[in-house]
T-cell receptor, first 113, second 118 residues
Framework: RKEVEQDPGPFNVPEGATVAFNCTYS??????FFWYRQDCRKEPKLLMS???SGNEDGRFTAQLNRASQYISLLIRDSKLSDSATYLC??????????????FGSGTRLQVQP | DTAVSQTPKYLVTQMGNDKSIKCEQN?????MYWYKQDSKKFLKIMFS???????INETVPNRFSPKSPDKAHLNLHINSLELGDSAVYFC?????????????????FGPGTRLTVL
């Protein structure tokens, strides 16, 4: 089983739609959780950190479910500019002597006009 | 005012050559990383350095040698390049700060170096 798993997509949605991505992780010691966005031929850019209490940033909402070991990203009112690959990332953290991200393979989103 | 910068952006070279990629961050972060993104777009950690000390060395051939002359720089030297080394190499850095939700070490990535081995 991969450490971090995502549905690769692509998700093709019309503008204005709501779309949700899930990501599961296998290591219960994981401490930090993130969603990154990666445009074609660019570097990953932090979209949002994911906290136990859930967090929202404009049209984007992230949730963490530690019991089921998954994180989710909800995008409301999709824009054409949201088209990108969304990478889920997990960090086991300092306690495990490791501060590096383990990434999922990414979910491709294509928003159609 | 670039936060994490890498040079070169593109690197095309022959098999068997030795090449280096440089990375610099001006964010004052204490930890730096090298990641490799292969042709299937899978992004994987190679090395991390904390205050010039090697912390993580994943299963990477010893042809790859990172060097950190100071906290702000982490270079990657690759000997005897092979076809399979073709990939995009990303440098990243992170702080370790206490925020409202606990300790956070968000990572910030450089623009990447696209290495093509012929």
């Amino acid at each position: 089983r991969k450490e971090v798993e995502q549905d690769p997509g692509p998700f093709n949605v019309p503008e204005g739609a709501t779309v949700a991505f899930n990501c599961t992780y296998s290591n219960s010691a994981s401490q930090s959780f993130f969603w990154y966005r990666q445009d074609c031929r660019k570097e990953p850019k932090l979209l949002m950190s994911v906290y136990s209490s859930g967090n929202e940033d404009g049209r984007f909402t992230a949730q963490l479910n530690r019991a089921s070991q998954y994180i989710s990203l909800l995008i409301r009112d999709s824009k054409l500019s949201d088209s990108a690959t969304y990478l889920c990332a997990v960090n086991i953290g300092v306690r495990a002597g490791r501060r590096a991200l383990t990434f999922g393979s990414g979910t491709r989103l294509q928003v159609q006009p | 005012d670039t936060a994490v910068s890498q040079t070169p952006k593109y690197l095309v070279t022959q098999m068997g050559n030795d090449k280096s990629i440089k990375c610099e961050q001006n964010l004052g972060h204490d930890t730096m990383y090298w990641y490799k993104q292969d042709s299937k777009k899978f992004l994987k950690i190679m090395f991390s350095y904390n205050n010039k000390e090697l912390i993580i060395n994943e299963t990477v051939p010893n042809r790859f040698s990172p060097k950190s002359p100071d906290k702000a720089h982490l270079n990657l030297h690759i000997n005897s390049l092979e076809l399979g080394d073709s990939a995009v190499y990303f440098c990243a850095s992170s702080p370790y700060v206490l925020a409202g939700q606990g300790w956070v070490d968000t990572q910030y990535f450089g623009p990447g170096t696209r290495l093509t081995v012929l």
